[in-house]
T-cell receptor
């Protein structure tokens, strides 16, 4: 158990719908990352938050948004869903900004399987 | 952005064999990690290794930052080692991370 909790574990929804994925980082971790893993795109970095602020953005679509709340949990909102959004969505957390300190290991949650039908 | 290339893409071993997985990266990084994704999809951190050598049981890893590559060694492989091994690099300041395409390891009994 990495200590990173993601809900829901599985989700099936229809095209055009909106879903919210939730992540609780490990106790004490300030940095939260979101990744998408699909068969054709591999593991793609979406976005990173640190202590409530957005710090880095990757290949995140405009239909997707995220935020980190004062209690450090994070949510990833996916809207106007398309078939191609079906993927495994990971949340990860670390103590500090990546690379800002030595030993900044990143731990992944078990992922949320999203199927868009 | 940083490019990360892993080789080989696929590896099939007999139980008990040793293997070496390679990760090349295109730019300086100060955070490199190896992960194992098991058949159930879980991503497990193996090593945080921006430079130097670390060992954990049958696994060890070496990163030569100046030459921009990292190696993951698996000795006396077991069927439970099967899965996909990823290396991931993290940009010095921006926090953006890049994963390689992974090496799919199959260990046969």
């Amino acid at each position: 158990d990495s200590g990173v909790t993601q809900t829901p574990k599985h989700l099936i929804t229809a095209t055009g719908q909106r879903v919210t994925l939730r992540c609780s980082p490990r106790s004490g971790d300030l940095s939260v990352y979101w990744y998408q893993q699909s068969l054709d795109q591999g593991l793609q970095f979406l976005i990173q938050y640190y202590n409530g602020e957005e710090r880095a953005k990757g290949n995140i679509l405009e239909r997707f948004s995220a935020q980190q709340f004062p209690d450090l949990h994070s949510e990833l909102n996916l809207s106007s869903l398309e078939l191609g959004d079906s993927a495994l969505y990971f949340c990860a957390s670390s103590v500090a900004l990546t690379g800002a300190s030595s030993g900044n290991t990143i731990y992944f949650g078990e992922g949320s399987w999203l199927t868009v039908v | 952005g940083i490019q990360v290339e892993q080789s080989p893409p696929d590896l099939i071993l007999q139980e008990g064999a040793n293997s070496t997985l390679r990760c090349n990266f295109s730019d300086s990084v100060n955070n490199l990690q190896w992960f194992h994704q098991n058949p159930w999809g879980q991503l497990i951190n193996l090593f945080y290794i921006p430079s130097g050598t670390k060992q954990n049981g049958r696994l060890s890893a070496t990163t030569v930052a100046t030459e921009r590559y990292s190696l993951l060694y698996i000795s006396s492989s077991q069927t439970t080692d099967s899965g996909v091994y990823f290396c991931a690099t993290f940009n010095t300041n921006a926090g953006k991370s890049t994963f390689g395409d992974g090496t799919t390891l199959t260990v046969k009994p």
